[in-house]
């Protein structure tokens, strides 16, 4: 039955290799997955946002129970300090002091990158950084509540400064939020989560209703119609991180790679959804077919064999290029979420010539996993080719600079004629004049 996964090998043998490669790479467009602006779920998400611009709380009620089947009065959206200490008693002991620690890591991190500790100028000019004040974060709470998704996107907001963080989240778990979210929430000191979800939350936070006050930045992951209705609202209302989704991983490996190790994966990344990818780039013939091999033995063990298989079929390929030139070539070109290099003593100079990808993990041990949940930098990265032009999360991401410009008499006076000559050019004699006021005794 999954002899199937024969399909995904690509060999430049193939008549049809490049052509598959070009299709590999469309389906990577950025957009992909995600509804266009003349799709009918956008249509759907822009209705969304219009109902809840309009009617608040009363369109964020009826959009909660018509796609998350739960029944909220707006007096019912924010969780409760009481419920949020009760789900931080209930972590289990061991499950706390690794999330204390994943959180350490991440502050360090994200501390040590901070670009706004660095205030210095050059005399009369200089930059000032100034934290946001509210920041909106979308946490997924459905197949996956992605706990570790709260840690990766409030910790940088907090190096940053932003003194108000809000947490949204569906009500998936019995009409309410996974108690793993709120307990995270709670240990961070979050104390303001609302159970909703979806582009009706990203609309809450965007513009504001009676119970929900509006942020000045959305972040985070989640479906399609929380990731276009970001788009949406983005730049008149409000600023966003990115368009990230659906999860990918790309792995450059050469003949010293372990096929097995590989395999476990891409599968890490295929059983998250159907739409998500998982591609291997090669220079070695018998690692692809060795890795297909092991495609084969361990996606019978899962539990969601036939999901992850779906995705491998739809999305997933491993390439063989003629040398390792051209593997980092199409690794550029791909730009993957997660980029994962597999090549021994080798591994190191290739990520140094690597220019596109949200994220690069080097080595063998080294598994997405580590940056999904602890090593420090952001899980929240730029997908679907968006690494050509965007970059993870980071502390940085939460703050603003104001330019600062202080000249004294003689900076003035040492400026003004070239100042004056730049204004008169333009035909702005205005500004040319209020140069040279200043020049009289």
């Not at 369109?59 to 029944?71: F, L």
């Not at 946490?139 to 996107?153: D, H, K, N, Y």
């Not at 080294?366 to 899980?379: E, F, M, Q, R």
Request: charged share 25%; proline share 4%.
């Amino acid at each position: 039955m999954y002899d199937e996964l024969d399909r995904i090998l690509i060999l430049p043998s193939q008549k049809d290799c490049e052509a598959k490669i070009d299709d590999l790479l469309r389906k990577k467009t950025p957009s992909a997955g995600f509804a266009g602006f003349d799709d009918p779920d956008a249509r759907q998400v822009l209705k969304i946002l219009g109902k809840v611009a309009s009617e608040g709380d009363a369109a964020v009620a009826y959009w909660t129970e018509k796609y998350d089947n739960v029944k909220l009065a707006p007096e019912d959206f924010l969780v409760s300090a009481e419920a949020m200490a009760d789900a931080h008693r209930r972590l289990n002991d061991k499950l706390l002091e690794s999330i204390r620690r994943a959180v350490s890591n991440v502050r360090k991190y994200q501390t040590e990158i901070f670009a706004a500790s660095n205030r210095k100028c050059s005399g009369a000019t200089g930059i000032k950084y100034t934290p946001l004040k509210r920041v909106g974060v979308c946490v997924p709470g459905a197949a996956a509540p992605l706990a570790s998704s709260v840690i990766m996107t409030a910790v940088p907001a907090q190096v940053a400064g932003v003194e108000e963080i809000v947490v949204v989240s569906p009500p998936r778990h019995k009409g309410g939020i996974d108690p793993v979210i709120l307990g995270v929430c709670c240990e961070l000191g979050i104390d303001e989560v609302y159970r909703i979800g979806g582009a009706q939350a990203v609309a809450a936070l965007a513009f504001g209703t009676p119970s929900i006050t509006n942020v000045e930045k959305i972040v985070g992951p989640g479906s399609k119609w929380v990731q276009t209705a970001k788009k949406m609202v983005s730049q008149d209302y409000v600023a966003i991180d990115s368009i990230a989704g659906p999860s990918e991983v790309l792995i450059v490996a050469n003949d010293v790679a372990n096929p097995a190790w590989i395999a476990a994966d891409m599968l890490s990344q295929a059983e998250h959804a159907s739409d998500s990818t998982a591609v291997v780039v090669t220079d070695s013939q018998k690692l692809a077919e060795n890795i297909i091999a092991e495609l084969k033995s361990q996606v019978v063990q899962l539990s969601r064999a036939e999901d992850a298989k779906k995705s491998l079929l739809t999305l997933g390929a491993v390439v063989v290029r003629q040398n390792m030139a051209q593997a980092i070539d199409f690794a550029n070109e791909f730009a993957a979420e997660h980029l994962q290099i597999q090549c021994g003593p080798k591994s190191g100079d290739i990520a140094d010539k690597i220019t596109d990808a949200g994220a690069i993990f080097i080595g063998d041990y080294c598994p997405v996993a580590v940056g999904d949940y602890w090593a420090g930098p952001s899980h929240t990265l730029p997908t679907e080719m968006r690494a050509k032009f965007s970059s993870a999360l980071t502390s940085n991401d939460f703050v603003k600079s104001i330019s600062i410009i202080e000249y004294d008499r003689g900076s003035l006076a040492s400026a003004a004629e070239d100042i004056i000559r730049l204004a008169e050019v333009e035909g702005l004699d205005a500004h040319a004049k209020s140069v040279r006021i200043r020049q009289v005794d």
